[in-house]
């Protein structure tokens, strides 16, 4: 088969390496200076250091080999850019004809340039209805830290779209035996989990930063995993999509594991460090910074309560401190668990 994977960060840079031993790979970098230094390198310095590049992996981009030219008798495109990048990226795809799949978690900040854009911010499947209606597309979303992937520990991911086309080119592409792909045909449910689980991870971050402990932790995970439920149940999902791999699977992984950029960002915040240090300390896009607004805008259009990443979203836009983001949560009026 033939992939290319548009974007060479930490995630698109594992994703194309782990699999060019059995598919002819290309990997497209944005710019010269990124393309030139992956070629003299054979290695990702910037964005993931440590794996080299196999030899057989093909390297492409730049202004010399626009998009349009790049994707030229590819079996599969692969988008793997931050969200932000993901309307214009699927505007430059729009008349693909092979399945596209994007790896990206978040929800886009909201649009206002865009006549008739919907006043909140969207998931990827629907900024596609929008702008690229007739690609059959899906995304590739789990616990996967792009590290692990790259140097070939074992790994599950879930290949969600309503196309089984577009399921089973990701299956074929990337199932093999350091990956384990599981197709769903519950995309919101996907991508709901992939964006929600980010914003979790930042509020697990702080937690674990303020030395809260475990108790505080599991609390968290189990009260967030509720939130993301809510919030994509309400949007369309199903309900056992956020007990499998994008929606627990990924936010255990993410809250909890110290390779996450968004618990990084938790952390710091926890240290004093302004949300300007965290950011710019990381290098690579923590989507949960991004998201989160978006992610309380939409379900509170809802009626929906989701009061851990309304504490995330006070804290990032700076209302409360890190250590009035624990009263807030805990001196909230009793309830009962599972409403
Ligand atoms: N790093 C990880 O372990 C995982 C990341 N993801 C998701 O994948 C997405 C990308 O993440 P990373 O690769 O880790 O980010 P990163 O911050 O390491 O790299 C982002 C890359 O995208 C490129 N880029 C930005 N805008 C672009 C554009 N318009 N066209 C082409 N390239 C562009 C940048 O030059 C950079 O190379 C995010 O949404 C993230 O949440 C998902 C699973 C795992
Ligand atoms: O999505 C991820 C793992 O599945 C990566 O999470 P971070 O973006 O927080 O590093």
Redesign the pocket.
Known sequence: MKIIV???????TALALSVSDRHQVTLW??SAE?LAALRADRSNLR?LPGPALPAELRLSGGPSEPIAEAIAGQDLIVM????S?AR??LHSLRDATVPVAW????FEAPVSNIPNARPFGLMVHEILAQVAPNLRAGVLSGP???LEVARGQPTALVAASDSAEVRDALVSAFHGPNLRVYANDDIIGAEVGGAVK?VLAIATGLCDGLHLGLNARAALITRGLAEMMRLGVALGARAETFTGLSGLGDLVLTATGDLSRNRKVGLQLAEGKTLAQAIESLG??A?GVYCAHTVVQRARLLDLDMPISEAVVELLEGRVSAHDVVSLLMEREPKNEMV
């Open positions: 548009l974007g060479a960060g930490a995630w698109g970098a944005r990124q964005y793997a850019t931050p969200l990048a214009s990226m790896l990206s978690k978040g996967s830290f792009a980010n690579h896009v989507e």
